[in-house]
């Protein structure tokens, strides 16, 4: 193999991962850049590193709070999602009953409608429900959006399941119950995790509803506290960085942990095994 | 253990197709009885009604003195081993044989008691820490079999077990089951497509086909003395010869008659009126190669395939357009050469005739 040939891939890989993983760097190396040389000409390798914006980030803003919102909300989303969603996804997949396509239909139809055309009526529900500014008020929409798609990757999971398991589980003894939760789940937990990381992530991240369903910081969201960082004469763009990187943090740190999981759940079924 | 019983048992599927058509039977404390049939003749569907995964469209199932028609898998204390062993793939195999005791609450020492006896007697103490993930197809078929030992269930059901094994360990295994079952004296259904698992393992042999149960009798009587042409064509390898005949009459003795062939038979075996269509059977190795002067039949020899031990021949009778083509099995000192003229006799005492409608066996 000649040369280029052998270098090529390892390249065009190179690229790739320099592409994706630059901004990262930037926004970390701006976060520790004190804010008078940001606007300096700008150089690779950072010489003066401080904690300022960080310092400030938590002593001024409070961030915590954010944070804090964001975790309740995402967290509660996601267990709730992965859990009812298991239990609907399972009973679509294994149990016979009327208008089973019609109701798959369904569950994909609800998120075919763009975001911002439904934000108004929402408003106006959840208002009459009392649940704006609250953190139902943002897990009960986030579900409505995650719930489907946790629904239809984890059928697809649970139908990869060879049946005969549960069968032999129940002529073992077990209740249909007792089969999924003994035999069914464990074995379905790469789908439950990568269901879980794309419903956090997902809820983490949102924007649209979190702005528009909170009134005050004390129920904003990460995302929401980061755009309503600017101020009417400046751009503090060492916290808003700072608190990116803080932000991308426990998603990093969550998908790293379960990587082989995800791998394993989004390419389960290509092979046997 | 128990009996197994089903009555008029009717299984409809939503698709519309019907997998039984009316079963009765009654499985006998500790009999082996084998479900065999072509695939899609409803035996499967029987064997997982009797285990509780499907439910009849009408009619009975009993275990034991108790009716089980409706009731789940979970509460007929049955055990089955399936086609594709269905062992549990993220439990070691101690867990997996102990699955069903622990469903039923057998106590700690008792279940452990049991786990370790099941597994000395199929030989998988070394295994018993490892995942099914690192076990050879043979022991992982021992398994499926320790978890239904360790259960000491009212009934043994077993789904085409031996389907996924080579030949030769297939042949081992069946004589195990054999074992298995005497030893244990337990009630056991087997379903196979195999009649030669089926003959070699039944007490008695339940040949189905679309749905019904074409003949339940002992293997050996389903070899000679088939109910119907479908049991006659279905058992016995090679397939019995079929020659569609007119039942006539000569010197007061009845014959069977069509083209060159031509069986006289005994005064006693009337069949029914002269000029009436039969179907005459009659398996490869109940021919006789003759001259054609003492023949029922002559034929031509087509193809001669020695297998060692015998010699199976292809034969054409009649002619290529109009004839058919007969199978028998010779002995292999037998002289016979492609192209030969050869006759054929039948031996008398084997020989099985079926109405042509009703296909139902008439000697």
Redesign the interface.
Known sequence: MSGWRKWLPIGVVGLLVLATAFPFYWAIVSSLTPEARLFEAPSLLPTNLVLDHYRALFDERNFWIPIRNSLVVAGTTTVLCVSVGALCAYALARLDFRFKGVVLGFILAVTMFPQISIVSPLYLLLRELRLINTYPGLVLPYLTFAMPLTVWLLVGFFRQLPRELEEAAMVDGASRLRAFREIILPLALPGLATTAILTFVYSWNEFLFALSFTLGPERQTVPVAIALFRGQYQVPWGQILAAAVVATAPVAALVLAFQRRIVQGLTAGAVKG | MASVRLENVHKTY?NGHVAARGLDLEIEDGELLVFVGPSGCGKSTALRMI???ETPSSGRVCIGDRECTEL???D?D???V???Y?????KTIRENLA??LR??GTGKDEMEQRVDRAAGALGLEEFLERKPGQLSGGQRQRVALG?AIV?EPQAF?FDEPLSNLDAKLRVQTRAELSRMHRRLGATMVYVTHDQEEAMTLGTRVAVMHEGIFQQVAPPMEVYRRPANRFVGGFVGSPAMNFFECQLTEEDGKPRLATGELSVSLEPGDWLGEAGNAVILGVRPHDIELVATEVADVPARVDVIEPLGSEMLIHLQVGTVEEGQAVRAVIPPEAQASVDDAVGLRFRRDRLHIFHSESERRLN
Do not use: D
Request: net charge positive.
């Open positions: 939503p285990a509780g995964l789940p898998p979970q007929r049955i055990a089955m399936f086609q594709s269905a062992l549990y793939p993220h699955f069903g469903m039923r978890r259960r059901l």
